[in-house]
């Protein structure tokens, strides 16, 4: 049986229809061309396959379309910003945290909602935030710099806009 599930993807209002056993991953890559939502083990294991919903970090690849009925959904192609890269993405690059790429998304859009809680975070707070993502090229010392960077940077920058008030 389809439905038609409305969401919010990137910033635009999307109408889907979907067999209700649809999992969000496959109508992202498929039905929408959101390639960036890597099919990593599929089984919620990897990572590769994360996303925000409503600003919090899910495996694409075990939540059902369904279940996205009027939420937000961002996936990394949603980042970037009028030819520029969002902080956490620029953090990422300049840290040297992006060997091969795959697990890359995932971890970027998880750090992106560490970042949103605008606190600032420990080695450990960070570690327990981006758990669940496995990376094999890298070793995560420059993910864990690149993510403590991106806070730093969002911290500094909430401050610089308090001080303006």
Not at 15 to 36: A, W
Request: proline content about 3%; overall charge negative; some cysteine.
């Amino acid at each position: 049986m389809y439905t038609v599930v409305d969401m919010i993807v990137n910033g635009e209002a999307v109408s889907v229809p979907v067999d209700s056993r649809e999992l969000l991953l496959d109508t992202l890559r498929d039905r929408l061309g959101l390639t960036g939502v890597k099919r990593g083990c599929e089984v919620g294991e990897c990572g590769a396959c994360t996303v925000l919903i409503d600003g919090e970090p899910f495996d694409s690849c075990i939540y059902l379309t369904i279940w996205a009925r009027g939420k937000e959904v961002l996936t990394v192609e949603g980042l970037a910003k009028d030819g520029c890269l969002h902080p956490v993405q620029q953090a990422f690059v300049e840290e040297a945290a992006v060997q091969c790429g795959f697990c890359t998304p995932g971890l970027i859009l998880s750090a992106v909602s560490l970042v949103g809680k605008n606190r600032p975070m420990t080695r450990d707070e960070i570690r327990v935030g981006i758990a669940g993502h496995l990376c094999r090229c890298t070793g995560y010392e420059h993910i864990l710099n690149a993510v403590a960077k991106a806070i730093d940077h969002n911290l500094s920058k909430e401050a610089t806009h308090e001080n303006a008030r």
